[in-house]
């Protein structure tokens, strides 16, 4: 960053309010918890010590889709009771309470935290506890986004969309659809993204990731996606881009992931910098802070050191992540007011000399 030289900038990016809209739950635990929780229930792991389970979960660079989410077997496999459930949620949110993110959209798919007999109704009521206690204690507001799975099918996911509507009001704000991209086109899967926006639930979707263009305008034409999780591959189509920009679709890019997954080949060859020269809504979130080994602080740092983004693009790509909050519109423009009265009290006291 060029145009604030006079604080520290990663002191200066931690104080920036932030919102977190792409954070799956079960990609997001503590080191240290997911040791003490594999340990009481006798699962396995790849290590047994903290340094040693945080080098084997971060997932190496240049992998594929498929061999990133295969990880999530080890996380899923302590987060099967409702106090690990609630534990998680809330260390989750207070973790990013303490780097400056104010609102937290957390995401996850309840049928996959049913093995040892929880209800889906349970699953979301365990979250919603540790999300509430989070938001009680350090003022950060967190929201639910129920996931679907392209590979379960769409009649999974219709049902999924019933679940998470049944549950509006209990924190879930939002509808996704998940998993593995390649081979699963978004489509067949608009049944249900229609049942979750007529009943209320703002809708994004995973695509442009390990699929191409067209697999993000199945998920805006089609299905009617808000927003889109990744949207790197969108690089390829300049007119689609164009759309994109023009219809306000807002990108959720998670910069590490994508190096992880290989759906960018470095952090300087993501196609960040020009969706904003395009006026593309963008807004950088963690999408797994245990697999990435990332904060949101640090996908900003990556922002600005990879892609010469400037302090004011930062924070206009902080301002975007409050715009697109899945929440109604008085609590939004509420988030907005306290991130406008805050960034002008940072940027005034950073450019001090
Ligand atoms: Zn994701």
């Known amino acids: 960053m060029t145009d604030l030289p006079s604080m520290d900038d990663s002191d200066l990016l931690r104080r920036l309010p932030k919102a977190d809209l792409h954070c799956h739950l079960d990609g997001s635990l503590r080191v240290e ?4 929780l594999a340990q009481g229930l006798g699962s396995w792991l790849p290590a047994h010590d903290v340094p040693a389970l945080r080098t084997a979960m971060r997932v190496p660079d240049a992998c594929t889709l498929e061999a990133y989410l295969s990880s999530f077997a080890v996380t899923l496999g302590v987060l099967q009771t409702a106090d690990a459930l609630e534990r998680v949620a809330f260390e989750l949110a207070e973790d990013s309470a303490r780097e400056g993110v104010w609102y937290l959209e957390v995401r996850f798919a309840p049928i996959l935290n049913t093995r040892l007999g929880l209800s ?32 379960l099918g769409p009649d999974a996911s219709l049902e999924a969309a019933r679940f998470a509507a049944r549950h509006r009001g209990d924190l879930v704000v939002g509808f996704d659809l998940a998993g593995a991209e390649a081979g699963h086109p978004a489509g067949v899967h608009a049944p249900a993204f229609r049942y979750a926006r007529e009943s209320g639930l703002a809708c994004t979707c995973h695509a442009g990731e390990a699929e191409g263009p067209e697999s ?14 990744h949207g790197t591959r969108l690089i390829g189509d300049a007119a689609l881009m164009a759309s994109v920009a023009d219809r306000r679709i807002c990108l959720e890019i998670c910069l590490t992931s994508n190096v992880q997954t ?9 196609p960040l910098g020009a969706y904003v020269r395009e006026g593309v809504p963008t807004v950088l979130c963690t999408d797994n802070r245990l697999m990435s080994d990332t904060t949101v602080t640090a996908e900003y740092a990556h922002a600005a050191a990879a892609q010469r983004l400037s302090f004011g693009e930062l924070c206009a790509i902080a301002r975007t992540g409050f715009e697109y909050a899945f929440l109604p519109d008085s609590e939004r423009h509420a988030e907005l007011a306290r991130f406008d009265a805050a960034v002008a009290l940072l940027a005034a006291g950073a450019t001090r000399p």
Do not use: K
Not at 33 to 36: A, R
Not at 218 to 225: T, Y
Not at 262 to 270: D, E, L
């Open 216 to 229: 993000v305008r199945q998920a805006i034409d089609i299905c009617g996606a808000a927003r889109i999780g």
């Open 120 to 151: 889906s109704d349970d699953v979301v009521d365990a979250v919603a506890r540790g999300l509430a206690r989070a938001e009680r204690q350090t003022g950060i507001v967190a929201r639910i986004i129920v996931c679907a799975l392209r590979q």
């Open 33 to 36: 918890t997911l040791l003490e």
């Open 262 to 270: 290989g759906a960018t080949p470095s952090y300087h060859a993501h």
